[in-house]
């Protein structure tokens, strides 16, 4: 058991832009963490890098302390789980378990024992005499962990281990893995782009995009305190509401100006934020699809929306709004970092299934002041003071 | 102050310690493991077609070689067997169409999967096993005097006509030929069978139910499918007629009567092992080369527009 | 467009040939039926001449009748078939080892291990498939009897694996690729080096490419005539195909006992082809149908 630090790790591949960009992170002993981030982020390249099956660029990668940069995988001693698996197809389970000890010339009692032990806890015993190729998904799923769990790693890597599952497994498997990692207590690295699975799982969740990292926080501090627009946006399902709004003052103190509707910000925003100057270039203001509520009449704190769509999926009910008498255009603005910050007149609002909200309808719907987040217009950076 | 570092400008690095990077040892392992190929191939082909082009320019019995420059070249071109032995393998191109098209029909006979088919792709794929040297004395026994041939052509009831189409110079290339479609029809089979075996039974149905005739649905749909695998079998079967007819000439004529059935493998066996002028064989050699480089450059466009 | 050899994955299941066609109608089916004898008839004739021929006396046999054991029973004295059966065993084995020994690596080196340059050396080693042995044949044969190799099989043996090699370089590293990254990486991540990867996972993974190979090879081998011929010298170390050629090309045997002997050349090979027919098919299609 080890902790790993990746320190200004960088990893370009030719003479192209780097896949992974200057990746600081540092994973405690027996911490599972969990690399997350949209399709071509440098997720898997970073865990190649730790598992020694790619060289690294620049910058430092240690586990447990010592440099392994220039040390081969098998001196690493981690154990990997591939998105395919990767068993071995001519041999059993027991004997792909197994490998790993066997080559390092441990006794066949040894191994025997260890194995067993690993199908045990993976409840694959009665499994063990047979080829993967006679194994369900799932089967062959738990082999691949059972293969990186007889060897008592110093670390865990997995690489989107179960987006080859169906959603039922997934979920088992889930919990399956988080309970095994919590009762061996080993470092892991764990590659995912379902952020439920980052959000359920992690100890902590990193998210990259482009090779940077974003921001490395609990799953709750990251789902709370998004340092950025693109992690507001990325986690969370639906995501967050990012829109562009000036500001203004009213009678009330500040406001947010959007259209010819005003939406009151409470005082203690201006303390706990860096907000920028009244009339000046604006804010992204965020705001997540569970934050919005239904109101009965309008009022200072609320907005007039029209119901333009409405997806049903059974336990909560999505509402597409879009703002009533807003001006100006309906556009999907992206802004200078590639993310959608802003679609000025439209919301998503999260809703009880039994919400009897039909299209065309007009809402009153009241934003929760507590749960606001504001990002630079520019840089997209959370304006929260202290972060 | 003499001891400030500045520590803004790179991470620390560790200790660089002079190691293969993991690339490097995986291109260096790539390495080992291809030289024994690669020395083999080399030594064994890549040499001696080096050495044949020297040779070609050089009076050469085996043991001591004279320079003598492009002039073997001309001399060689000038000497009839050469261009016998050509002709030979011109006229011995004509059999190709027969060794496609018949496996071609066997294949699809075979496709229609009639009871025992299995078995019966067994037996058509049977004399592939068997020596071509084997084949060749069988078919020596067909065509002689004595032979099977003749029997035959009593039994249908002209027993006036005999041949001897081994013995005559201007039939032995035929029975050369018919031989060599023989022995081809194995493989070919097989080619055709596996091609087969690819295509979408649903295009079939597809065309059936559109009201497409048996004879339509071949031309339109199990042809063109096939396409690739006749132009494979072509080039097999081309490459097979310039390398591979010397055992069938080798115990069917020896070459003869006369350079009758002599083709360029065989000639260049001949000039070298037999009139122990190994310049010349070596040259003759190097046309064969030629030959099936060309040949076999088609070959490599087909595997290649399929990776 | 299907793989035609598939390496095994867990996944990987083997496709049944597609479904049988609807039944033609009655008459055509007999047609069919018919023309299908008529062409076994054809293939099984060469059978057919070395059985009957065989069964013959050389007196039998010139005057048409009669059935005899003579030829065989004569055989051993006028073809040493049992020394020459050994030697086409010896010179098939020894080449098709070598053959295996240098391809195996090397088509894990071209799909797995690639260098720089890599995909041209493969070209350039595939493209030697299309090189015909007559084509460098003098400089071979004199290359080998200089190194003094024709006395025994070394010189043959080295010519056959050399003349195999491009052939199965190509099928490994086709095959190879099938195979995932994957897997040898989780072999490295599990704690193998290259050589030891080679061993233990390549290997055993490969064992139907292996088979394949052997087949193909020892088809090829086991009937060939020219290498034999010219590359082992000692007549008495002659293989089988090669005896009997000579003899038939000398015209003086009895043709009787020649077909005894073909008869017995041609069973190995003959038994090999109806036991691994599936990896014939495989090898000849290798390549086209990717
Ligand atoms: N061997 C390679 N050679 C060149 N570029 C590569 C190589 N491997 C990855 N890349 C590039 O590096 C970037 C990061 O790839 P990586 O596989 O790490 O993404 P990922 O985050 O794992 O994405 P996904 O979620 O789709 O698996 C991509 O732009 C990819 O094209
Ligand atoms: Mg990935």
New binding site residues.
């Given amino acids: 058991m080890a902790e790993i630090t990746f320190d200004g790790v960088t990893?370009i591949?030719?003479d192209?832009i780097p896949?992974?960009d200057q990746l600081s992170l540092h994973v405690a002993e027996g911490e599972f963490m969990v690399?997350v981030?949209?399709?071509?982020?440098?997720?898997?390249?970073?865990?190649?890098m730790l598992a020694g099956l790619?060289d690294i660029t620049a910058g430092s990668l240690s586990i447990g302390g010592t440099v392994v940069n220039n040390v081969l995988p098998k001196d690493r001693d981690v154990a990997m789980v591939f998105?395919n698996y990767a068993l071995y197809p001519h041999m059993t389970v027991a004997q792909n378990m197994g490998f790993a000890l066997k080559i390092r010339g441990q006794s066949k009692g040894e191994v025997a024992r260890k194995v067993g032990e690993a199908a045990a806890i993976l409840r694959l015993t009665e499994y063990l005499d047979r080829r993967p190729k006679a194994l369900s998904g799932g089967q062959r799923q738990r082999v691949a962990m059972g293969r990186a769990i007889v060897r008592s790693p110093q670390a865990f890597l997995m690489?989107?281990p179960l987006s080859n599952l169906d959603a039922q497994l997934r979920v088992e498997m889930r919990l399956e893995i988080a309970r095994i990692q919590r009762l061996l207590g080993v470092a892991t690295v764990y590659?995912t782009?379902d952020q439920i699975e980052a959000m359920t799982m992690g100890d902590r969740v990193a998210v990259?995009r482009g090779?940077r990292l974003q921001q490395c926080d609990t799953p709750q501090d990251l789902y709370d305190h998004p340092k950025n627009d693109f992690v507001a946006g990325f986690m969370g399902s639906p995501p967050m509401n990012l829109l562009r709004v000036g500001l203004e003052t009213t009678d009330a103190g500040v406001a947010l100006a959007l259209g010819s509707q005003r939406l009151a910000i409470p005082a203690s925003y201006a303390t706990s934020h860096h907000l920028p100057r009244v009339d000046g270039p604006g804010v992204v203001f965020g705001v997540r699809p569970e934050d919005v509520e239904v109101r009965d009449g309008s009022s200072a704190d609320s907005l007039t929306t029209r119901v333009e769509r409405r997806e049903a999926l059974g336990a909560e009910i999505l509402v597409h709004l879009s703002l009533v008498d807003v001006g100006g255009d309906n556009a999907i603005v992206v802004n200078d970092s590639g993310a959608v910050v802003a679609r000025p007149t439209k919301l998503v609002a999260k809703m009880g299934p039994r919400s009897g909200v039909s299209v065309g309808d007009h809402l009153d719907v009241r934003l929760n002041p507590d749960h606001f987040h504001f990002f630079d217009a520019d840089s997209g950076l959370s304006l929260r003071r202290g972060v | 102050m003499s001891t400030t570092v500045t520590t803004t400008a790179a991470p620390v690095f560790a200790p660089k310690v002079r190691r293969m990077t993991l690339k490097r040892r995986r291109q260096f392992a790539g390495v080992v493991f291809a030289l024994p190929a690669i020395a083999l191939v080399v030594c064994f082909i890549g040499i001696p077609i080096g050495q044949a082009v020297y040779y070609s320019f050089t009076q050469w019995n085996g043991a001591t070689s004279t320079w003598i420059g492009p002039s073997t070249w001309t001399q060689a071109f000038h000497n009839t067997n050469l261009w016998t032995a050509l002709r030979n393998n011109g006229l011995l191109l004509l059999t190709v169409p027969f060794a496609l098209a018949l496996p071609l029909g066997i294949a699809v006979l075979l496709h229609q999967r009639v009871a025992g088919w299995r078995i019966f792709r067994s037996i058509y794929f049977l004399p592939t096993a068997i020596s071509w040297v084997v084949l060749g004395l069988v078919a020596e026994r067909f065509f002689a005097y004595q032979g099977t041939l003749n029997s035959i052509i009593h039994a249908l009831g002209f027993s006036h006509v005999s041949t001897n189409m081994l013995g005559y110079q201007s039939e032995a290339l035929i029975a050369l030929g018919i031989t060599f479609i023989f022995t081809m029809i194995g493989t070919n089979t097989m080619l055709f069978l596996t091609g087969l075996a690819t295509l979408d039974p649903s295009l079939e149905e597809a065309a059936r139910i559109d009201g497409a005739g048996r004879w339509r649905i071949f031309r339109s749909i199990t042809l063109p499918h096939l396409s690739r695998f006749v132009q494979l079998a072509f080039v097999m079967t081309v490459i097979a007629l310039f390398s591979a007819l010397f055992s069938l000439i080798f115990v069917m004529t020896g070459g003869g009567p006369g350079y009758a059935t002599t083709t360029m493998e065989f000639l260049i066996y001949e000039t070298g092992f037999n009139q122990g002028d190994f310049g010349t064989a070596a040259l003759y050699g190097l046309i064969l080369f030629v030959i099936t480089g060309i040949v076999g450059v088609v070959q490599l466009r087909l595997i290649g527009s399929n990776e | 467009m299907t793989t035609v050899l598939t390496p095994p994955t867990e996944s990987g299941s083997h496709k049944e040939p597609p479904p049988l066609k609807p039944p033609p109608r009655r008459i055509g089916r007999w047609v069919l039926f018919g023309a299908m004898i008529v062409v076994a008839v054809i293939m099984l004739y060469p059978f057919f001449v070395m059985g009957v021929t065989s069964l013959k006396s050389e007196s039998q046999f010139l005057s048409g009748g009669g059935f005899s054991w003579l030829s065989w029973s004569s055989l051993t004295s006028v073809i040493p078939v049992g020394q020459e059966v050994l030697s086409s065993t010896i010179v098939c084995s020894s080449s098709i080892f070598i053959i295996l020994c240098v391809g195996l690596p090397a088509g894990f080196a071209f799909s797995k291990l690639r260098f720089r340059l890599s995909t041209v050396v493969f070209l350039v080693i595939v493209s030697a498939m299309m090189v015909p042995l007559q084509a460098i044949l003098m400089p071979e044969f004199v290359n080998v009897t200089k190194l003094g190799l024709t006395g025994g099989y070394t010189g043959a043996i080295l010519v056959y694996a050399a003349l195999g090699t491009p052939f199965s370089v190509f099928l490994f590293t086709t095959y190879f690729r099938g195979v995932p990254d994957e897997l040898i990486e989780a072999g490295i991540v599990d704690g193998l080096g290259y050589f030891g990867a080679l061993w233990r996972l390549v290997l055993p993974i490969a064992v139907p490419a292996i088979a394949t190979v052997t087949v193909l090879q020892f088809i090829q081998i086991w009937d060939d005539l020219l290498v034999g011929l010219l590359f082992i010298q000692n007549t008495s170390d002659r293989p089988i195909t090669v005896g009997l050629a000579v003899l038939a090309a000398g015209r003086t045997t009895s043709i009787p006992e020649l077909m005894a002997g073909s008869i017995i050349s041609a069973l190995p090979a003959m038994l090999v082809y109806l036991g691994f027919q599936r990896y014939l098919v495989k090898g000849l299609t290798m390549g086209i149908d990717r």
């Fill in positions: 990893k591949f030719g192209n896949a992974v690399l981030g949209p399709s071509g982020c440098g997720k898997t390249t970073a865990l190649r790619e998105q690489d989107e590659v782009h990259m090779g």
